[in-house]
């Protein structure tokens, strides 16, 4: 039986010649066939080792860079103090500045407990010259605010001879300003937003809608005026009165925390309506003795004569190495904060 497949580059021998040999078995590859199969059958092979070897190189990168992660993650909980700007150290004389950045709640990244550790910290440091508390925030819940404004003036007591700022640039208003009035100065844009000293409480009858779509209320409640803030339904009189004395004595609390840190800076705050929710420019805040000079943590660096700044605001692990890896890549991040939206879920005493 003849040697399968042919060599093509044999000459074939007499054997080969004759009429049985020279009749091909069909359906048999010759030898250029074979030749294509083999050169398939090796490309198969080489293109999955290949995809293995690039399968591998991602597993090694994706395994690099969650360890890079969790060691940037753990140094960044583990540092005792927080990095300055430009990685300035915090053993060098400097200005310590902690931001209060979008709404104030619990729930933000401008709630009480976090700004008032980095205040503490930032005046318990003994190379930190004076204390910058920098504000942009159209406010939030009264109760963050009250006890970020109480920490101030305690800090304020206790080191009498360490100044605390408060400087506000987009916005300071409502609860950011209630803040704001516990520091020894406050600092403004021309153009930014302070003031709104009031209390709003949002609350909305739907009633008419939802009858003409044909929904039914079937809240069921154990109390008189458990519902009293239902979507479904107007206020009784008397429960219109009731928010409006909880709103008074909010406002009061207030109006009482301004008159304290303000003094008598406030120009004649009756008549020119200080406490009613209004709002001025910076400008016009410093001519009603709601603020006192304008300029910007460049302008208290000159000012106090220090050139390094150190941030004490405390930042969210992963964001920082986020942050820090965007600069690497000569990346900017930015962020936007809608002031003006409120949900249903926020029906609630908030300071605007």
């Known amino acids: ?51 293995r070897r690039w399968s591998i190189f991602f597993k090694l990168l994706t395994f690099g860079y ?61 190379n930190s010259q004076a204390v910058a508390l920098e504000i942009n925030s159209p406010g939030g819940s009264p109760v963050q605010s009250d006890e970020i404004w109480q920490t101030m003036m305690d ?43 009031g209390v709003i409480m949002p609350s909305y009858n739907l009633q008419g809608l939802m009858d003409k779509v044909g929904v039914e209320d079937r809240t069921i409640t154990a109390g008189e005026y458990k519902d009293i803030l239902s979507l479904t339904r107007p206020l009784t009189e008397y429960e219109e009165q009731h928010v409006e004395n909880v709103l008074a004595n909010t406002h009061e609390h207030f109006i009482n925390a301004v008159k304290q840190g303000r003094g008598d800076r406030l120009k004649n705050p009756e008549e020119n309506q200080l406490f009613s929710g209004l709002f001025w420019t910076g400008e016009q805040s410093i001519a009603l003795g709601l603020a006192d000079k304008t300029g910007s943590i460049a302008t208290l660096e000159k000012q106090l004569e220090i050139d390094n700044v150190v941030n004490y605001t405390p930042m969210d692990p992963f964001q920082l190495f986020m942050d820090r890896f965007a600069i690497k890549l000569g990346a900017g991040i930015g962020s936007s904060v809608d002031l003006g939206v409120f949900t249903q879920e926020e029906n609630k005493a908030q300071m605007r």
């Open 1 to 51: 039986m003849p040697n399968w497949p042919p060599d093509p580059n044999k000459r074939p021998d007499d054997s080969v010649n004759s009429p049985a040999s020279q009749q091909t078995p069909q359906n048999q590859p010759s030898g250029q066939e074979w030749r294509l199969i083999e050169n398939t059958l090796l490309a198969s092979v080489v293109e999955q080792r290949r995809a």
């Open 155 to 197: 800090l304020r007591t206790e080191y009498p001879d360490k100044k605390l700022y408060a400087v506000i640039g987009d916005i300071g208003a409502s609860g950011a300003y209630y803040i704001a009035s516990a520091a020894d100065e406050i600092y403004v844009n021309p153009s930014s937003l302070v003031g709104s000293i």
């Open 66 to 126: 969650i360890l890079l992660l969790f060691l940037t993650i753990g140094r960044s909980c583990s540092t005792s103090a927080p990095p300055g700007v430009d990685g300035i150290d915090t053993s060098l004389p400097h200005l310590a500045v902690v931001e209060l950045q979008g709404v104030i709640s619990n729930d933000d990244i401008a709630n009480a407990y976090d700004v008032n550790k980095a205040l503490t910290r930032a005046f318990e440091n003994s």
